[in-house]
């Protein structure tokens, strides 16, 4: 499910619906994040969820699987988690 999502992430189209269940403060950060890298939003989510993906350590996996096993919806709670964790100070 989550591998599915992350490989679709690209599209405008699957992106625009992510991003419209984040907060609309973390939906502003986000937009704020792209524009400053100069990218869409479907793009800097895109990114953003695969570098996760690639350098999160073990304390951040272990809380991810946390959250995706009490969700109805996995995939989209875990890509929801990480934009958050990525635009927010930690």
């Given at each position: 499910m989550l591998g599915d999502l992350i490989a679709q992430l690209d599209r405008p189209d699957?992106?625009?619906t992510v991003l419209a269940t984040l907060e609309p403060g973390i939906k502003e950060q986000v937009a704020q994040r792209a524009a400053d890298w100069s990218m869409t939003e479907a793009d800097f989510a895109a990114g953003a969820v695969r570098a996760f993906i690639?350098?999160?350590d073990d304390d951040l996996w272990?809380?991810?699987?946390?959250i995706i096993r009490k969700s109805d919806e996995p995939g989209l709670a875990a890509v929801r988690t990480i934009l958050t964790w990525v635009v927010t100070e930690r």
């Amino acid at each position: 499910m989550l591998g599915d999502l992350i490989a679709q992430l690209d599209r405008p189209d699957i992106a625009a619906t992510v991003l419209a269940t984040l907060e609309p403060g973390i939906k502003e950060q986000v937009a704020q994040r792209a524009a400053d890298w100069s990218m869409t939003e479907a793009d800097f989510a895109a990114g953003a969820v695969r570098a996760f993906i690639d350098e999160a350590d073990d304390d951040l996996w272990f809380q991810l699987l946390t959250i995706i096993r009490k969700s109805d919806e996995p995939g989209l709670a875990a890509v929801r988690t990480i934009l958050t964790w990525v635009v927010t100070e930690r």
